[in-house]
């Protein structure tokens, strides 16, 4: 049978994605990824120079994605499937190229745990994401901003006289461009996927990149790769290296034999081929495996404590069964950043298919039998020489156009290129696909203006990266140039001038809210509570004045009034804080966020009962961030009983 690719469309229940948070994200990114001090004493010397090298301080330019909700609907998504006499490859272009699904055909087995919804939550860096499938994450330590957003795609001709589908797309966290070719021969067993990350800049830039690959969480499920060692991570965040595979009297190649959500890096020596697989109680399931250049594999599991269980269930249906993940990576662990040097490219390919192996070995006790019999399958299906071989004839494939196009990603890209003047053969970055967010930037590249909107809406996002500065710093000094160039500054980390400029921009300011919203972020960070809180409060007050209703206000209201209610609340300023609830929409105070603060507002006021009704009653926080515990930190000032199951989502053992 040979290759095919065709458009289809996929229809699943779906909570739609809702707006982006129009607030530019000023505070560090609260990073559960973070590296406790302490754990840095004894680490090899290169794992220890990649952790401290360029960590990500900010998110901008790319803004929230906190719009979602969980009331799901029957709705359609545009895939491509690629299939031939053994795969069926199903692949979300328009949700950060996702392979949603691969299924064994002559088995109809699927492979891969396969999200029978889609439903957002907050795991990326930015906000939305959701669980299942293989997801391609690049930025930085975290799930990728792309990870809900559309990327290019297109046909391309591949090296065996067929086609692959290609992914592309402008990284905007680091200013990379990047390419995913999902190549299916006629006749393979396996998916190859050749990825190339290249860097267009004079200068070097820090790289992140991991491959993660959902599946299946059986009990009798193990996970095998090539080590003796791994590098455990937990959300107490502590990073030990621990032996592979029995710790603290686990097996814990065994996803459920932990209790806690934790990442198990493993150790896979240097020159060793590089592979992991997840293969059930009967010796089958799925392996991934890899050119050199991806060296890191790992291991991520929920674990079978209450907490990660409940996570489980808010990611899907109910019902639906768990999964752990799988996955490979540039460097060792994902705490650490790989230097790229200007004008260079990191490339590599990857193989995704079917694996059997003797399930007595498998499941050994004798972990080298086991390892080695993993791998003789491997070999024996696909050999390391294979795969090598694969990559080099992808790699001269890898700068041809393609012939047609599936589906358009961002904008972004096509600004950065038309005024950066890059050569990215292969990955084309048309001027046709500059869209509305692109026009005034183009327009402050092409007559040094950044240009006022024709009708009265909230900022469009902010771009930040030195060029767009320079270009702000030589334009008219108008409010909403201000504005931006105040972000931008603060995101270079000038965050006197920032201010300068916010204070200037907000003496002519017909929309005061934005840059009085700023400058409240700058105060609550310079360590004053107080005058942050007045400017909330002037900044909502503002807002409320202005709204035109739709969409866009609605967002603002609600991003600008959580906001200004969390910080009255921090400076204790009790009325300002009511006074902000009843200014709210009627629709806005039944979200969680608001039904949380009102808690706290009530409790804060001193009606505890009325506060712990609140929690009784019941309602969800869509948006609630992996590692947070604010549920359960709150539920513990309004009584001594335990916290509710739907309200425990924690991520580590009790303190």
């Known amino acids: 049978m040979a290759t095919t690719v065709r458009r289809a469309v996929l229809t699943l229940p779906a909570a739609p994605l809702g707006p982006e948070n129009p607030l530019p994200v000023l505070r560090a990114p609260?990073?559960?990824?973070?590296?406790?001090?302490?754990?840095?004493?004894?680490?090899?010397?290169?794992?220890?120079?990649?952790?401290?090298?360029?960590?990500?301080?900010?998110?901008?330019?790319?803004?929230?994605?906190?719009?979602?909700?969980?009331?799901?609907?029957?709705?359609?998504?545009?895939?491509?499937?690629?299939?031939?006499?053994?795969?069926?490859?199903?692949?979300?272009?328009?949700?950060?190229?996702?392979?949603?699904?691969?299924?064994?055909?002559?088995?109809?087995?699927?492979?891969?745990?396969?999200?029978?919804?889609?439903?957002?939550?907050?795991?990326?860096?930015?906000?939305?994401?959701?669980?299942?499938?293989?997801?391609?994450?690049?930025?930085?330590t975290g799930h990728t901003t792309l990870s809900c957003a559309p990327l290019h795609a297109g046909l391309v001709p591949g090296p065996d006289g067929g086609v692959m589908v290609r992914l592309w797309e402008w990284e905007r966290l680091r200013d990379l461009p990047f390419q995913v070719d999902l190549w299916l021969p006629d006749d393979a067993e396996f998916l190859y996927v050749g990825v190339r990350v290249r860097n267009p800049h004079e200068r070097p830039v820090p790289v992140y990149w991991w491959s993660n690959i959902a599946v299946p969480e059986d009990p009798g499920t193990r996970v095998l790769a090539p080590a003796d060692e791994a590098w455990h991570f937990g959300y107490e965040r502590a990073l030990r290296r621990i032996p592979v595979p029995q710790w603290e009297g686990e097996d814990r190649t065994y996803p459920l034999r932990s209790t806690y959500p934790a990442d198990f890096f493993y150790e896979v020596p240097d020159g060793v081929r590089p592979w992991i697989a997840s293969l059930d109680a009967e010796g089958s399931g799925l392996v991934q495996t890899s050119t050199a250049r991806l060296r890191g594999r790992k291991l991520f599991v929920w674990g079978a404590?209450?907490?990660?269980?409940?996570?489980?269930?808010?990611?899907?249906?109910?019902?639906?069964?768990?999964?752990?993940?799988?996955?490979?990576?540039?460097?060792?662990?994902?705490?650490?950043?790989?230097?790229?040097?200007?004008?260079?490219?990191?490339?590599?390919?990857?193989?995704?298919?079917?694996?059997?192996?003797?399930?007595?070995?498998?499941?050994?006790?004798?972990?080298?039998?086991a390892r080695s019999c993993a791998e003789a399958a491997l070999s024996a299906r696909l050999p390391g020489e294979r795969v090598q071989e694969a990559y080099e004839a992808w790699r001269g494939c890898a700068d041809t156009e393609p012939v047609e196009r599936l589906a358009t990603g961002s904008g972004w890209g096509a600004l950065e290129v038309l005024c950066g003047g890059h050569e990215l053969p292969g990955t084309p970055f048309e001027a046709s696909g500059l869209g509305e967010a692109q026009e005034p930037w183009l327009e402050l590249w092409r007559t040094g203006v950044f240009p006022t909107p024709r009708r009265v809406v909230p900022p469009g996002p902010s771009l930040v990266a030195p060029h767009w500065r320079d270009m702000l710093e030589t334009a008219p000094a108008d409010p909403l140039t201000e504005y931006h160039l105040g972000v931008a500054q603060w995101h270079a980390g000038d965050v006197a001038q920032a201010v300068r400029s916010w204070e200037r921009g907000l003496g002519l300011a017909p929309s005061r809210w934005p840059l009085l919203r700023c400058l409240a972020v700058a105060d609550a960070l310079a360590g004053d509570p107080a005058r942050a809180a007045q400017r909330y409060a002037e900044a909502f007050d503002d807002l409320v004045g202005e709204s035109r209703g739709g969409e866009p206000w609605t967002a603002a209201e609600s991003a600008l009034g959580r906001e200004a209610m969390t910080a009255l609340l921090t400076a204790g300023q009790l009325p300002a804080a009511r006074a902000v609830w009843d200014r709210?929409?009627?629709?806005?105070?039944?979200?969680?966020?608001?039904?949380?603060?009102?808690?706290?507002?009530?409790?804060?006021?001193?009606h505890v009962g009325a506060a712990r009704r609140v929690f009784e009653e019941g309602f969800e926080l869509p948006d609630l961030r992996e590692g947070d515990e604010i549920l359960s930190e709150v539920w513990s000032r309004l009584t001594d009983r335990p916290v509710p199951p739907s309200y425990n989502f924690r991520m580590r053992p009790p303190v």
């Open 584 to 606: 709210l929409r009627p629709a806005l105070r039944e979200e969680g966020r608001f039904r949380l603060l009102a808690a706290d507002l009530l409790a804060a006021e001193g």
């Open 30 to 140: 609260a990073d559960a990824h973070a590296l406790d001090e302490r754990s840095r004493n004894g680490l090899p010397r290169d794992m220890a120079r990649q952790i401290g090298y360029e960590p990500l301080r900010s998110i901008l330019p790319v803004r929230l994605r906190d719009g979602y909700r969980r009331h799901r609907r029957e709705s359609e998504f545009e895939a491509v499937v690629i299939e031939n006499a053994h795969l069926r490859v199903t692949v979300l272009p328009g949700l950060g190229g996702r392979v949603h699904s691969l299924v064994h055909v002559p088995t109809g087995r699927e492979l891969l745990y396969r999200n029978p919804v889609f439903q957002p939550a907050n795991f990326a860096l930015n906000g939305a994401w959701y669980s299942g499938g293989i997801e391609w994450n690049i930025g930085a």
């Open 305 to 369: 404590g209450e907490g990660g269980r409940r996570w489980q269930e808010w990611l899907t249906e109910p019902g639906t069964g768990g999964y752990a993940e799988i996955q490979a990576g540039l460097a060792r662990t994902q705490l650490e950043h790989v230097r790229l040097e200007g004008g260079a490219e990191f490339s590599w390919l990857e193989a995704y298919g079917p694996l059997t192996a003797d399930p007595a070995s498998v499941h050994g006790s004798d972990w080298a039998a």
